[in-house]
């Protein structure tokens, strides 16, 4: 049973910093590739970052370039979102995704175009 589960989320004042986590079990990170998407209440979900499977550039939206940083860790299985200078437009629900290495690239990505499995969410809420 693939399950993935995001973890770090919270309340933080403007200007601070949260580590999101998402720790991934049955299926490994050479087979998926994992992304970090959010909705805000009202808003479309959106794609915040991924490592594209094709080269060995990270994906970011324009929104979160430079101040968020993805990694990963193998060994745990696990990625993470490092956020930093978090802003009140940045408070959202975040998700992981999975999608298969093979899958379909979304072009301007470079990220799988469809995900198979998604965590339950973590709510980040950005306020003074």
């Known amino acids: 049973q693939v399950q993935l589960a995001e973890s770090g989320g919270g309340l933080v004042q403007p200007g601070g910093s949260l580590r999101l986590s998402c720790t991934v079990s049955?299926?490994?990170?050479?087979?998926?590739?994992i992304g970090w998407f959010r909705q805000a209440p009202g808003k479309e979900r959106e794609g915040v970052s991924c490592k594209s499977t094709i080269d060995d550039s990270t994906y970011y939206v324009d929104s979160v370039k430079g101040r968020f940083t993805l990694s990963s860790d193998n060994a745990k299985n696990s990625v993470y979102l490092q956020m930093n200078s978090l802003k009140p437009e940045d408070t959202a629900v975040y998700y992981c995704?999975?999608?298969?290495?093979?899958?379909?690239?979304?072009?301007?990505?470079?990220?799988?175009?469809?995900?198979?499995?998604w965590g339950q969410g973590t709510q980040v809420t950005v306020s003074s």
């Open positions: 995704a999975a999608g298969h290495v093979d899958a379909v690239v979304d072009v301007t990505t470079g990220c799988p175009y469809e995900n198979e499995f």
């Open positions: 049955g299926v490994t990170l050479d087979d998926y590739a």
